[in-house]
């Protein structure tokens, strides 16, 4: 089966600038995870989605962050305005319904530089 | 809160060495822990997952323990190569099915 796909897979922008990100996770999975990852430290989750609604954002920083998942598949996460401290890469990950959280599959990530 | 943390933050051993990578939680109320391998430019890939009432786990060159009375699990790696350079990650479920990472050792095998 495909795995998880993310799109773009790298991004350089300035300070200030605007930048979504897309995955499309494995089909049939209800539940999509975005992740941060800060260059080195572990990914830290953003938002979680069980399929077109939103089960945690807590810790989304909602001022400049957003993440829609419109039809339960595919989903974007988008940064407006960017940050320096933005920079990170930015992981996708899904999970069958049902699934335990140990069989999340994780796509390759968008490594975002902001200057 | 879950809180993960690991140590050595980096480490760089000569080919053939046997080598351990610790993890600490702080919750020990976990069903399972797991290890992952992070290659640069690449996604998460699971090494071992030790269930709660496991001890030990292995895969090849590599066993994974778990002590959840001490808030601890071990990665053994033996025999390592420069293949196996990379980042581990250790990762506990929590609440509404999320993962709890540690901040990762990031492992350099030299030839």
């Known amino acids: 089966e495909a795995g998880v796909a993310q799109s773009p897979r790298y991004k350089i922008i300035e300070k200030r600038q605007s930048v979504a990100f897309w995955c499309n996770p494995i089909?049939?999975?209800?539940?999509l995870y975005w992740y941060q990852q800060i260059l080195g430290q572990g990914p830290k989750l953003l938002i979680q989605?069980?399929?077109?609604?939103?089960?945690?954002d807590s810790q989304l920083p909602k001022d400049r962050f957003s993440a829609e998942r419109l039809k339960g598949v595919d989903s974007t996460l988008k940064i407006q305005p960017a940050k320096l401290e933005d920079s990170a890469v930015y992981l996708c990950?899904?999970?069958?319904?049902?699934?335990?959280?140990?069989?999340?599959?994780f796509g390759p990530g968008t490594r975002l530089t902001v200057l | 809160k879950q809180e993960v943390t690991q140590i050595p933050a980096a480490l760089s051993v000569p080919e053939g060495e046997n080598l351990v990578l610790n993890c600490s939680f702080t919750?020990?109320?976990?069903?399972?822990l797991q290890w992952f391998r992070q290659d640069p430019g690449k996604g998460l890939t699971s090494l071992l997952l030790?269930?709660?009432?496991?001890r030990e786990q292995t895969s090849g060159r590599l066993n994974a323990s778990l002590d959840k009375s001490s808030g601890r699990s071990t990665l053994y790696i033996a025999a390592s190569q420069p293949g196996d350079s990379a980042t581990y990650l250790c990762?506990?479920?929590?609440?509404?099915?999320?993962?709890?990472f540690g901040s990762g050792t990031q492992l350099t095998v030299l030839p």
């Open positions: 989605f069980q399929n077109n609604g939103v089960v945690d």
């Open positions: 030790i269930q709660s009432s496991q």
């Open positions: 919750d020990s109320a976990i069903y399972n």
């Open positions: 990762a506990v479920p929590g609440s509404a099915r999320q993962l709890t």
């Open positions: 990950a899904s999970l069958p319904l049902g699934g335990t959280p140990d069989t999340q599959y």
């Open positions: 089909s049939g999975h209800a539940t």
